[in-house]
């Protein structure tokens, strides 16, 4: 039996994984948090302690707004990426076809292209002019283009379609290790193939959801390029506010205070569904 490393060499192994995350993890986010109660005058900080900032934010109207748009899209994203991606996860997962490699290589392959590329792509597509539109109107199917850009909906579908192959890669990991048997078990017993799922494979398959949500609602409420390049300055999100005020507005201060206000919502949001998701699997095991 191999003896165990000492807390020492744990210790050491340890350390160049734990300086990097310090480095390049801690270290900003406790900058930023001290910019964020700082003054700013005349573009120079002046290193006194303040919550101006963040009692700009509590007070102003619009920049809850513009956080309850950020996390409504966040949520409806992470949705479509679920019903969209747990059919592939589950096709992927279980069969048996020799074209499964093929499959698994057309989930991967949009993440071989930029993210401004392919919002370029659906700008291409759902613009008043595009492919979609232009082919609807001109065989008089409508008589306007219809709004595809610009708003929500344009964000929303390039957001899904962008982080969808992270949702889907979660799931198959973990459906893949849902034994055949147990399925198997539950159709013996009686219960029709839906019910099986419902209760079988879905609750087994939590965890493939958690990681999958928590990756995609993270990324989406932080996303700037695709809300810019389909939203068009038109749908407001707050990493486009903190854009403007920090690099256009040149307020750092509180620039700084709307993204740590971002991440500590976001975290608490992702800390209530991992506490609700641990709940629902300690009452399935």
């Known amino acids: 039996m191999r003896p165990g490393l000492s807390p020492w060499v744990s210790a050491a192994l340890?350390?160049?994984?734990?300086?990097?995350?310090?480095?390049f993890f801690t270290v900003p986010l406790f900058i930023m948090a001290a910019v964020s109660v700082s003054r700013q005058s005349f573009g120079r900080f002046e290193w006194a302690f303040t919550w101006k900032n963040y009692a700009r934010?509590?007070?102003?109207a619009f920049y809850w707004g513009v956080l309850w748009d950020t996390l409504w899209l966040g949520l409806a994203v992470t949705a479509a990426a679920l019903l969209l991606g747990?059919?592939?996860a589950y096709h992927l997962a279980?069969?048996?076809?020799?074209?499964?490699?093929?499959?698994?290589?057309?989930?991967?392959s949009p993440l071989l292209v930029g993210i401004v590329i392919r919002c370029y792509g659906w700008m291409i597509l759902l613009a008043d002019r595009g492919l979609i539109n232009g082919t609807l109107v001109e065989h008089g199917w409508l008589a306007r283009p219809l709004p595809l850009m610009y708003n929500t909906l344009g964000v929303g579908i390039a957001l899904v379609h962008v982080f969808l192959p992270f949702m889907i890669l979660s799931l198959t990991g973990v459906i893949k290790r849902i034994e055949p048997q147990?399925?198997?078990?539950?159709v013996s017993l009686g219960a029709s193939p839906a019910r099986t799922f419902w209760e079988i494979t879905v609750p087994l398959s939590?965890?493939?959801?958690?990681?999958?949500?928590?990756?995609v609602f993270s990324l989406a409420i932080s996303s700037f390029v695709v809300p810019v390049l389909l939203g068009g300055f038109k749908v407001y999100v707050l990493p486009i506010i903190v854009y403007e005020q920090i690099l256009s507005v040149f307020d750092w201060p509180f620039g700084a205070a709307n993204a740590f206000i971002l991440f500590v919502i976001s975290l608490a949001l992702i800390a209530g569904y991992v506490k609700l998701t641990e709940r629902a699997l300690r009452g399935i095991v």
Do not use: M
């Open 182 to 186: 147990w399925l198997e078990a539950g």
């Open 94 to 108: 279980r069969t048996r076809t020799r074209w499964k490699p093929l499959l698994l290589v057309c989930v991967l």
């Open 57 to 60: 934010f509590v007070t102003d």
């Open 86 to 88: 747990y059919p592939v």
């Open 206 to 215: 939590l965890p493939g959801i958690l990681a999958g949500s928590l990756l």
């Open 14 to 23: 340890l350390l160049p994984f734990t300086a990097a995350l310090a480095v």
